[in-house]
């Protein structure tokens, strides 16, 4: 296959080109370097700097090579920022993908695999299933619901196949230690406290101890961002062998508490906690259902909680020099 990797220098997108290389396929990217980062890009992925709301740059691909497989990554995705800005998100978020479908129609490519979000579930709590009713509480959540929909109708008219994966809590690095996740300004909660244990920030804040919850923090579901990226080899080989159009979870079916998260980055070395206020719209706890990955796909994460955390801890010491 000759995989088109959009957004293949950014953090999950940078995974996916390892593991497709890993995978022996052949890997062509196009990122705007907005949030992506050349040190990313694989040595052997061919790299094209372009914007994909720019058609001209779009289609400058598309002229040159025989695309098989399309895969997006290329998402403003910080929520308070999808608050404060949300004709940027609309903007980047759903007209670049009306923008990749466009060329994806003329060039006659018919396979896709979608990045989307659990963040379409919105205020949802307890095991998410796919067929769960979405109702996104931000214009995060909302652009990629407006993208899944684009997405299913396009293949509708079209006659194309896709595969929609909805993440949850994505962390870790490559065992390469060569990719990882490079942002200072971080807003997930992993790389959070690793900061925490490294220097960058003196403590960790928990938001809520008095939820419904074995120890009264909240319950999430965290998946290693190299099971992420599996999950992606294996959607568009499915594609490639025939598969029929799909929304799948991508998640490990497991859930852990807040401070379980901040015991195991206190395994590595003491992190100082402060509990703070609840935040408006958290729920008590949210789980992806695997199920569909593991039955369409054969997909299991090998990774465990205390891998995960590991790995970040091993890269983020890596490029903060500590």
Known sequence: MKVLVVGGAGYIGSHTVY??????QEVIILDNLSSGYKELVHPKAKFYLGDIKVKSDVENVF???KIDVVMHFAAKLIVPESVKEPLAYYYNNVEGVRVLLEVMNEHNVKKFVFSSTAAVYGEASGVCQEDMITKPINPYGETKLACERMISWVANAHDFKFVIFRYFNVAGADESLKIGLMKDQLTHLIPLAIQGIIGIRDHLTIYGNDYPTKD?????DYIHVSDLASAHVLGAHYLFEGGKSETINLGSSQGFTV???AQAVNEIAPLKVVIGPRRDGDPAELIASNEKAQRILKWVPKYELKDIVLSDYNYRKKISNR
């Open 63 to 65: 002229k040159q090579e």
């Open 259 to 261: 401070l379980e998260v």
């Open 19 to 24: 593991e497709l290389i890993k995978d022996n």
């Open 216 to 220: 009264g923090t909240c319950v999430r």
